[in-house]
């Protein structure tokens, strides 16, 4: 096993950006080289605003475990990272012990997992140390592109400045990403006692998007879904219930869902949007004509993010691309 000194550490971390009140210190502890040399790659080439810092993960040496995640606490709390990742496969040594140490001594310290085990067990054995849901998980083989969502995340989400008025137009290539956003987007609406509905893709489970939000920081989406303050619905089931784009039935399940968030006795309602079905259908002008109908900000508190897939968007005729950009008034 190698530990760095503090001073080795201090050294031994990417100081580009040391000056930046935007650089963002991340702490690896990772034991594969070929996945470290990733990592440095990552960080010099996709992440420059982030500073970081390699150190070996505890493996069979003979040490006494509860020193040695003692010794990493102290390196921790000296170092102060703003994002420590932690791989946490089965190994000679229960690395949860570390994360547990940490979120007991640092609670609001954040932790991201990495892992080639199955997302249910290491959700298990999070639940026995006690460990919050709203840790995010990375299943190796993972993307870089979701490691640095999760990254920029922790300097605030992109919906700070949307407010409940709002028509939001966001475009994806990354179902990890979108689902983020989802995330924080709902977590907003829920802070400001709003009703979430959710609009899922037709080949997504709901049982197993609802997994995906708890691993992306909604750790109380059970709870939400029983007290009726997260809806999640098929996005055909609203849409095109009927297999036909009856853009006026469709205002009016907004405005009839509106009027039920106030009687509820929240401030208004928030919709994140697939909108695949309608490609998926053969109705893409129709999608745009029904974008096109509704106003570019709203009267009544209504906030929707109408979430494409970059694809869908790039397949449309320049001057409906261009019509669909200005029925909105955020562009995400």
Known sequence: MKYYSNDEIKMK??????????????????????IKALYKHFFNAVAPSASYT??????ETGIDCSSAAKDTLNLIKESLFDIIIIDINTGSYDRIEIANEIFKCLP????????????????????????PYSIPILQKPFKLSELLSIINSSRGSKFDKVKLTDHVLASYTEL??????????????????????????????????????????????????????????????WYIP???????????????LVDQSIQLGKKGLRAFCMMDCFFENGYSMEAVDYESTLPSQF????????????????????????????CHNHYI
């Open 54 to 59: 390699l150190v070996d993960d505890i493996r």
């Open 242 to 256: 009927d297999g036909k784009v009856d853009k006026h039935r469709i205002i009016r399940q907004w405005y009839d």
């Open 299 to 326: 009267q009544i508190p209504f906030v929707p993010v109408c979430a494409y897939r970059k694809s869908d968007i790039d397949c449309l005729p320049e001057q409906e691309k261009k019509k669909l950009i200005e």
């Open 108 to 131: 609001q310290q954040r932790l991201i997992f990495t892992t080639t085990s199955d997302l249910r067990t290491i959700r298990r054995i999070m639940h026995s140390h006690a460990l």
């Open 176 to 237: 990890h990403e979108e689902l983020m956003d989802t995330v924080n987007f709902i977590r907003k609406g829920i802070k400001l006692n709003e009703l979430n509905l959710l609009l899922i893709r037709n080949g997504m489970k709901i049982e197993d998007t609802i997994i995906s939000l708890k691993s992306k920081g909604l750790s109380n989406a059970d709870t939400l879904l029983q007290n009726k303050s997260l809806i999640i619905l098929k996005n055909e089931e």
């Open 13 to 34: 971390s990417n100081s580009r950006s040391s000056d930046s009140k935007e650089c963002i210190n991340v702490l690896i502890i990772e034991t594969n080289s070929e």
